[in-house]
């Protein structure tokens, strides 16, 4: 067999000849040592010549990868200058005359084991950090030349049982085409590294150091996680031309990134990401999102035992909208209940909990949760393009409630001298049928509105998402979703509103020429979807799927709309 | 004098941080700084003994200065916890 496969680590695909990485011998043996001060020089040495290799490395990485990426260089560092570390080893030298070769294994690999036995998966891959600083030392301690991946001066594609962090900043990207591993996961440095490097890789293979030799040719397919040893020559066709592909696509994506998005005959829309917490939004900036169209704020909630406090919650949104250097932010307010649990509100079970105590309608009950996110919220108004949308809206009713709740605790905030912007947009969610039916009204007391398709399918349908034998009536492109996706459009419009959409349909092939057609202003999607929906868009004529989208509003079944779409589009 | 913090980053205290926390206490040459958490207390000037301690979220972790420099130690430190969002003030 010569296709093997492991976890797709970083994208891309790969054809070169395999570069065995192979780590030294570090088999140490104990020997008495009659002059403990050399033994001890020979350390301060070692120690010494690698403080400036983990200085050069910090600083090329810096360069080349940026401050985040430098960083676990700089804890490497720290962990050589470490007195909990160097003091051991010194006495272990001074104490029992051993060569500090030996001492220093011993003690770090107490350290190593402790990392292991750690709950956490994080701190267990500290292990990692620590074998690769003792080995480090030990290279010089041994007198071991290793051959790193930086003297690498030929196209190759390295296979190595694992990448430690220093052997990954060292790949140069002119040379090394890719590279595969026995161990590892999606989360190792090693992968990490490759994301950024834009190195194509598969990790976690678990057999590839057995099977390849020096030399072989190797194709390495970090989309689907396939590597290839010794491939025929119609395989290598194939994934040459598999690479091509990819290679032209992201070149036209990332000249996207900065561009606004702009159809064929030059309509602009908004292309938005929808986030879950703040470390999402460094994704939404790569991928070239517009704003966020929907932060999910739930996992603010979720994980722990008791409601976070408006400080937490503030410093979070806060955040965000500085992360998004001015650019619209489209908090979601609490939207729990469903499908989404919070074991600490102990909330009673339900028969039908997507049709119950859930989001807006939990939140107008339990003020004190409510409120407090709201101030939050307004508080952090003060930095950057606020805008704040009540999930599960069903009556114009619940909106007023919500609004009014939200201007007092603004009323309330300005008295106590806190800052809170003018411009806050108010908006809500359109997921249930009544609210779509009544835009018109809704328009003219809110500032947005934004789809939310999940729900608006399963609501209109009358068919639980999560359960699989009515699975088949999840229609986005039903001509009945569509007809409500229009009236809330057109209602917006009317009063010189805007509309969004948050849900999967908004990041769809197929319904973004329908959305576009529809008028919708704001397609929000995850943000990896960003780029190729920009793409997409430039291709389409607005005017074209203006008419496209309104034959659709008369057919009669969703397979004859996408039907319509593939006939059309392409 | 001490201040005791809730683990708020759903990380714990990972890597970068406790590079953070390490460099900020070894700033202060004359005070010593310690944390403790789960019965275990280490010196904060090493970043093998604050990863040594297996912070997750939801832990409470207390840090320690004693010396010349105390006050402005702990409010340097309680800054690093603040503003890298590792944790809360725990009342």
């Known amino acids: ?570 | 004098m001490q201040t005791t913090f809730r683990i708020i980053d759903e990380d714990g205290i990972h890597a970068r941080p406790a590079t953070a926390l390490v460099n900020t206490a070894t700033k202060f040459k004359g005070t010593e700084a310690f944390a403790e958490a789960k019965g275990k207390k280490v010196t904060l000037k090493s970043i093998l003994g604050v990863l040594s301690l297996g912070l997750e979220a939801g832990d409470t972790l207390t840090l320690i200065t004693e010396g010349s420099e105390e006050a402005e130690a702990l409010n340097a430190l309680q800054e690093v916890m603040v503003k890298e969002g590792l944790g809360e003030v725990h009342e």
């Open chain 1, 1 to 570: 067999m010569n296709k093997i496969s492991g976890i797709a680590a970083s994208a891309g695909i790969a054809v070169a000849r395999a570069f065995i990485l192979e780590h030294p011998d570090y088999t140490i043996t104990k020997t008495a040592v009659t002059d403990v001060d050399a033994e001890l020089a020979k350390l301060n040495d070692a120690l010494d010549k690698s403080r400036g290799e983990l200085q050069t490395i910090k600083e090329r990485t810096l360069a080349e990868l940026g401050e985040k990426k430098a960083e676990i260089f700089e804890s490497h560092l720290l962990i050589l200058d470490d007195p909990e570390l160097i003091t051991p080893v010194m006495d272990k030298i001074r104490e029992e005359s051993v060569n500090a070769d030996y001492a220093l294994n011993e003690v770090a690999n107490q350290f190593v084991e402790m990392f292991q036995n750690m709950k956490s998966a994080y701190l267990q891959e500290r292990a990692a950090d620590m074998r690769d600083v003792t080995k480090r030392v030990l290279n010089h301690l041994l007198g071991i030349h290793y051959v790193s991946p930086a003297e690498i001066s030929e196209e190759v594609i390295v296979i190595a049982l694992d990448l430690t962090p220093s052997d990954t900043a060292q790949l140069n990207r002119n040379f090394v085409k890719g590279f595969t591993t026995n161990i590892g996961g999606r989360t190792s440095h090693s992968a990490i590294m490759a994301r950024s490097l834009e190195i194509p890789a598969v990790v976690g293979t678990k057999n590839v150091m057995s099977l390849v030799k020096a030399g072989d040719l190797v194709i390495v397919d970090g989309l689907s996680g396939d590597v290839l040893i010794n491939p025929s020559e119609a395989e290598v066709a194939e994934y040459t031309a598999k690479q091509e592909a990819y290679n032209l696509q992201i070149a036209e994506w990332k000249k996207l990134r900065d561009e606004p998005t702009v159809s064929a005959d030059g309509k602009h829309v908004e292309l938005a990401a929808n986030i879950g917490t703040p470390n999402d939004v460094t994704g939404v900036i790569e991928n070239g999102g517009e704003g966020v169209g929907l932060y999910r704020t739930e996992f603010l909630y979720m994980g722990r035992d008791k409601l976070p406090s408006e400080e937490i919650q503030y410093n979070a949104y806060k955040t965000v909208l500085e992360n998004m250097q001015g650019k619209p932010v489209v908090v979601r307010t609490l939207d729990i209940g469903g499908d989404k649990e919070l074991p600490y509100l102990e909330l009673p079970k339900e028969m039908n909990p997507f049709l119950g105590y859930r989001a807006i309608r939990l939140c107008l009950d339990r003020q004190d949760i409510f409120r407090t996110q709201l101030r939050a919220l307004l508080r952090a108004s003060a930095h950057g393009d606020l805008r704040i949308m009540f999930p599960m809206i069903a009556t114009l009713g619940e909106f007023r409630a919500a609004r009014d709740l939200l201007l007092e605790e603004k009323t309330k905030l300005r008295e106590e001298g806190k800052e809170v912007s003018d411009s806050i947009q108010l908006g809500i969610m359109v997921e249930i049928p009544s609210t779509a039916v009544l835009a018109d009204q809704f328009a003219k007391e809110v500032d947005f509105f934004s789809i939310g398709t999940n729900d608006l399918i399963q609501y209109t349908m009358a068919a639980d998402r999560m359960n699989e034998q009515v699975a088949y009536l999840y229609q986005p492109y039903n001509p009945a979703i569509l007809r409500l996706v229009k009236i809330v459009i057109d209602a917006a419009h009317a009063e010189g509103k805007w509309t969004g959409m948050c849900g999967e349909m908004a990041g769809d092939a197929t319904a973004i020429p329908l959305l576009l057609g529809l008028g919708l202003d704001e397609f929000s999607m995850s943000a990896t979807s960003i780029l190729p929906a920009r793409s997409q868009i430039s291709k389409l004529s607005a005017a074209d799927m203006k008419e496209m989208a309104a034959q659709a509003l008369q057919l009669g079944t969703a397979e004859e709309v996408a039907a319509l779409v593939q006939s059309r589009v392409n």
